[in-house]
């Protein structure tokens, strides 16, 4: 009998052990319900043990036709392919990118068949539900900006959406930015649906007093005569100024008491204005 007819017969009894074993267990399940007997339960076990050792047999028969040349032969096969199979498997572990967090990705560039060098940037991968957002604050205004005061973000690529924070972290050094001295404050924001996307400019209002029902002009329309803030008003076509208190203000516009809601104030422009100078005016 050569090694082809003995690994025949081998595969075969398998398959014959493994149907004696399915009927045996069955069995031994039925007779639990004593819907067996232990007759045909020790018939079936017996058919199993033959099936075993039918294949011990066969197994002892088909060591003894393998000389040791073959032997080492199929181990030095062996040894190669388990070299081949290292090999392959460490390519598949270089192929495969982990990142070191779990997150949302943000910003992915590649393309495939790209080539990698250590450390290239992949991707951008942050958790998102929550944003940390920089805010430069003017330095006039920092005065009045303190941690919990609430935060209303826009973005001009969303419009009409809006996403809502807090001040987290207020600056403790004042910075040049271009002609500005201003204090970089830390806003965390909420973004639920993760659409505010991390590297965005954004627009920040960030409310530190609140006033109901207050009038409010442009910053710009407000000079300064003697120390005395003022504004020139419009009377007919006349400039008249008229002293005012300031009060709360955001980045644009500015809380006025002594003016009235019909008040019409002149804005910055290229012609010095003064008090009593007839001018034509133009609305905006």
């Known amino acids: 009998?050569?090694?082809?007819?003995?690994?025949?017969?081998?595969?075969r009894e398998k398959l014959e052990l493994a149907v004696a074993q399915k009927e045996y267990d069955s069995l031994v399940r039925l007779q639990a319900k004593q819907a067996a007997t232990a007759y045909e339960v020790a018939q079936a076990k017996?058919?199993?043990?033959?099936?075993q050792q039918q294949i011990r047999s066969l197994e002892q028969r088909r060591g003894a036709l393998v000389v040791p040349q073959d032997r080492?032969?199929?181990?030095a096969r062996l040894r190669d392919a388990e070299s081949a199979v290292a090999l392959a498997e460490d390519?598949?572990?270089?192929?495969?990118?982990?990142?070191?967090?779990?997150?949302?990705i943000y910003?992915?560039?590649?393309?495939?068949?790209?080539?990698?060098?250590?450390?290239?940037?992949?991707a951008s991968i942050g958790q998102l539900a929550k944003v940390r957002v920089k805010v430069?604050?003017?330095?006039?205004?920092?005065?009045?900006?303190?941690?919990?005061?609430?935060?209303?973000?826009?973005?001009?690529?969303?419009?009409?959406r809006q996403w809502k924070g807090v001040v987290d972290r207020t600056p403790t050094q004042i910075v040049a930015l271009g002609t500005r001295q201003v204090g970089e404050v830390y806003c965390v924001i909420d973004n639920p649906d993760r659409d505010l996307l991390p590297g965005t400019n954004v627009n920040v209002d960030i409310t530190a007093e609140e006033s109901a029902g207050a009038l409010t002009i442009p910053k710009e329309a407000v000079r300064r005569e003697l120390g005395q803030a003022g504004v020139f008003a419009l009377v007919?076509?006349?400039?008249?100024?008229?002293?005012?208190t300031l009060g709360i203000s955001n980045t644009t516009r500015t809380q006025v008491d002594g003016l009235t809601e019909s008040d019409a104030v002149a804005l910055p422009s290229e012609k010095p204005l003064k008090d009593g100078m007839i001018v034509t005016p133009r609305f905006q």
């Open 136 to 160: 430069f604050v003017d330095e006039p205004d920092l005065g009045r900006v303190t941690r919990g005061k609430p935060v209303v973000i826009t973005w001009d690529a969303i419009p009409g």
């Open 91 to 104: 390519r598949v572990r270089k192929s495969v990118i982990r990142s070191p967090l779990a997150g949302t």
């Open 1 to 11: 009998m050569d090694l082809t007819t003995i690994t025949g017969d081998l595969e």
């Open 236 to 244: 007919g076509n006349t400039l008249a100024w008229k002293k005012i």
């Open 107 to 122: 910003e992915f560039d590649l393309k495939p068949g790209a080539y990698l060098d250590a450390g290239d940037l992949v």
């Open 72 to 75: 080492s032969s199929a181990e």
């Open 46 to 51: 017996d058919k199993v043990d033959r099936a």
